[in-house]
Each structure stands twice: as structure tokens, then as C-alpha cells.
């Protein structure tokens, strides 16, 4: 049996991840701009004191969507790298896993890279979820790498997929070109540029 300050903190828990999911639902349908306290306090029937006791506000807010999302995306990469047959099919699958990623969810996609938030990338104090994520990246250029610099490449590969899926997503780039794309792009890390 549990105690009451148990059955409080696992319905705070519940209010937390409530307040999570509607505003990403709220973002998916509506985007970012949709997103504010007043409407998000309509969308999970608690007061805005309530929202604010969980969050500071909306940047906070972003903050938790982001990081779920990079919970989800890291396992998505993991599943496509471990199940791919060699390296450079590993590499493919995770790039194409990325970009699949942020065209299936495009707001989720922009709270994790794009809004405001309090995530710390690249650095010591980055947290375990953004480690876990670029790790993803650093095993999957790893066995392509050569003589190259890990961190190096496995930043530019991220870079070059955030700017395809960025350009893409803003319906800059040819859809018809997009298999190619990610080919040539596979192809330059695996082969070093040559």
C-alpha cells in the first residue's frame, strides 16, 4: 500500500506528463505559437497556478517536450544502427531514421533543435539524454571514420542531417531529390570524400 506523500508524488508525476503530451499534441496540430499556458490549461483541465507549479513557462515547458523527443529519437537511431548489416548500411539507416524522424514529427522536431530551451548541448554539463543521443552518432561513424576525428565527424554528419531535415521540413529542398540526397550524403562520410 502507499503512502499518501507516495500517491502525491506519483499524481504530480501524472499531471507532469499530462501537461507534457498536450503540449506537444497542442504544437503537432496548431504549432509552437498555439502553445501557451492559458490554452494548455484548457487542454488538461487544471489551472494555470497548477501548469506553473510543474513549469516556469513555456520555455520550460519546450525543455520537457525536447527532451522526451530525444529520448524517442535516440531509441529510433539505436533500433536502425544495431539492425543494419555493416557500417556503411548502420550509418544509412540511422541518417534516413533521422530525417524520418523530424518529417513524421516536425514540431517535436523543433522543440528538440530548433525552439528555446534549457538543454545544454556539447558541453560536460550537456545531459545524459543529449550523451545518449550523440552516442548514436559517434558508433555509427565510428567503423567509417578512418583516420578522421570521431567527435568531428560525427557533428558534421548531425549538422549536414539537421540541415537537410531543417530544409526539408520547410518544403526548401525537392522531394524527388531526397533519396539521392541522403545517398550522396551517406556515401561522402563513409567514403571520406574521395
Do not use: C
Not at 520550460?60 to 557500417?87: K, S, Y
Amino acid at each position: 500500500m502507499s503512502t499518501p506523500q507516495q500517491r502525491r508524488e506519483r499524481e504530480r508525476a501524472d499531471r507532469h506528463r499530462l501537461i507534457v503530451k498536450a503540449a506537444r499534441d497542442l504544437a503537432e496540430t496548431e504549432g509552437w505559437a498555439a502553445v501557451t499556458t492559458r490554452r494548455l490549461s484548457e487542454a488538461v483541465a487544471y489551472s494555470q497556478p497548477v501548469l506553473y507549479s510543474h513549469f516556469k513557462g513555456k520555455d520550460a515547458i519546450v525543455t520537457a517536450v525536447a527532451t522526451d523527443g530525444i529520448e524517442e529519437l535516440t531509441v529510433a537511431l539505436r533500433a536502425a544502427r544495431t539492425g543494419a548489416a555493416d557500417p556503411g548500411a548502420a550509418l544509412g539507416a540511422l541518417a534516413g531514421t533521422y530525417l524520418d524522424f523530424a518529417r513524421s514529427h516536425p514540431a517535436l522536431y523543433e522543440a528538440m533543435f530548433v525552439q528555446q530551451t534549457a538543454l545544454e548541448f556539447a558541453t560536460e554539463n550537456s545531459p545524459e539524454v543529449l550523451k545518449a543521443a550523440f552516442a548514436e552518432f559517434l558508433l555509427a561513424v565510428g567503423p567509417v571514420a578512418g583516420g578522421r576525428d570521431h567527435d568531428t565527424l560525427a557533428e558534421l554528419t548531425w549538422s549536414a542531417l539537421h540541415g537537410l531535415a531543417t530544409l526539408d521540413g520547410s518544403g526548401r529542398l525537392r522531394p524527388d531529390l531526397a533519396e539521392g540526397r541522403l545517398k550522396l550524403l551517406v556515401d561522402a562520410v563513409v567514403s571520406g570524400g574521395r
